[in-house]
């Protein structure tokens, strides 16, 4: 806990019962805990023995204005139960997240709402491998929309908890929610290649499915930072699975193509060796 001894703590927005915006000594704050909006308005000042759960202080400038945009636009509840989001994630990970986070999955969810109170139909093409590429999130996340659905009496689509997954996993890796998207697009754009290709529909649950796109998931990681994999395996892989390393070729033109990096042989071999579990699983009835 917090102990807020130093200078006093102006109200400057009550956006809940449980959170505030405050001003102090030349910053501004935002103070979490459990009824510490209550009866609280602008211009209050918190007497010096308020104790907070939580007082976070956003660093970057760029993230400071557009969260203060948010502010100004998005309603002062919605504000709030987001940040009570934010802190539930960042204890059941037990780590610090990426202040970025305070802007994206704000404007992000404020949004969703507003789409759901107009009846609007919210689509997910990548809701399968994001619960397979990142469980973790995945499960913090079903918590998160569990909460918003609580407190703010609707109903929210499975697929909603996709894009709050990617939201997190960005927040765990320095905010790059770009990266994080790229990973599922990608992953969703061969899956789909593969299964036109081969005339099968992948199992979703199966192992190997999980372990293609976890491959996939650092062969982009291993591109973006030109830290290539060595395959000693490469002309046997290309003898025994001619057909699979065929279109492991084409897999890797769409990752060139997305990624405008050059995929090395080696990575394409491996990628030649999952394609060849898939051609060789049972076929689902």
């Known amino acids: 806990m917090n102990n807020l001894q130093t200078d006093c703590y102006h109200v400057i927005k009550v956006f809940n019962n ?39 202080t956003m660093q970057n400038q760029n993230n400071f204005n557009s969260f203060k945009n948010l502010i100004s636009s998005v309603d002062s509840n919605i504000i709030g139960l987001c940040e ?30 507003k789409r759901l109170m107009e009846n609007n139909i ?25 909460m918003l659905e609580e407190r703010l009496n609707i109903m929210i689509p499975d697929e909603e908890v996709g894009f709050i997954t990617l939201h997190i996993h960005s927040a765990r890796n320095e905010g790059k929610l770009s ?23 992948i199992d979703k649950q199966s192992l190997d499915y999980a372990r293609f796109l976890t491959h996939i998931r650092f062969a982009i990681e291993r591109i973006l930072n030109n830290n290539p994999i060595k395959n000693d395996l490469i002309a046997a892989i290309k003898k025994q699975y001619k057909v699979s390393y065929n279109l492991a ?36 009835n």
């Open 18 to 56: 449980n959170v505030l915006l405050v001003h102090q000594n030349g910053e501004e704050k935002i103070l979490f805990s459990k009824g510490i909006g209550f009866g609280k308005h602008q211009g209050d000042m918190l007497p010096t023995d308020t104790k907070a759960d939580k007082v976070f």
């Open 84 to 113: 009570e989001v934010i802190s539930m994630i960042s204890d059941e990970l037990k780590e610090p997240l990426n202040e970025k986070i305070h802007v994206s999955l704000t404007d992000h969810i404020s949004y969703t709402i």
């Open 122 to 146: 919210i689509e997910n093409p990548f809701l399968v491998e994001t619960e397979t590429l990142y469980k973790r999130e995945f499960s913090i996340a079903k918590k998160a929309v569990m």
């Open 179 to 201: 990266n994080t998207i790229k990973y599922a697009f990608l992953s969703n754009t061969i899956i789909e290649f593969l299964e036109d290709e081969l005339n099968i529909e």
């Open 249 to 284: 070729e084409r897999v890797s033109e769409i990752i060139e193509n997305e990624l405008f990096l050059n995929v090395v042989e080696d990575e394409t071999a491996y990628i030649a060796i999952h394609i060849e579990k898939f051609r060789n699983a049972p076929k689902k």
